[in-house]
């Protein structure tokens, strides 16, 4: 196996699981602005479980990629 630039081999796999995890945070919260979760989801409580759980997974990715969760601007609160 080549010699990594530093860290270990998978740093950069899970740096890119942590990007696609931040983008669909994202794009759950500019659904919590602009209203559409409803027309994607029965109810909010619904909604709110999907954006906890995307919540969760972007944090678990940004320790895994060694980097800081997702700040308050990108978090809706629900």
Avoid: C, T
């Avoid at 890119?16 to 669909?24: G, I, M, P, T, Y």
């Avoid at 995307?54 to 990108?74: H, K, P, S, T, Y």
Wanted: charged residues 25%; without cysteine.
């Amino acid at each position: 196996m080549p010699a990594s630039s530093g860290g270990f081999p998978f740093d950069s796999i899970a740096g890119r699981w942590h990007d696609l995890a931040r983008r669909k945070l994202v794009f759950y919260a500019e659904l919590h602005r602009s209203g559409r979760w409803q027309l994607y989801f029965k109810s909010r409580e619904e909604f709110v479980a999907h954006l906890n759980a995307a919540m969760r997974v972007e944090n678990i990715w940004a320790r895994l990629a060694g980097r800081q969760a997702a700040d308050e601007a990108v978090r809706p609160a629900a």
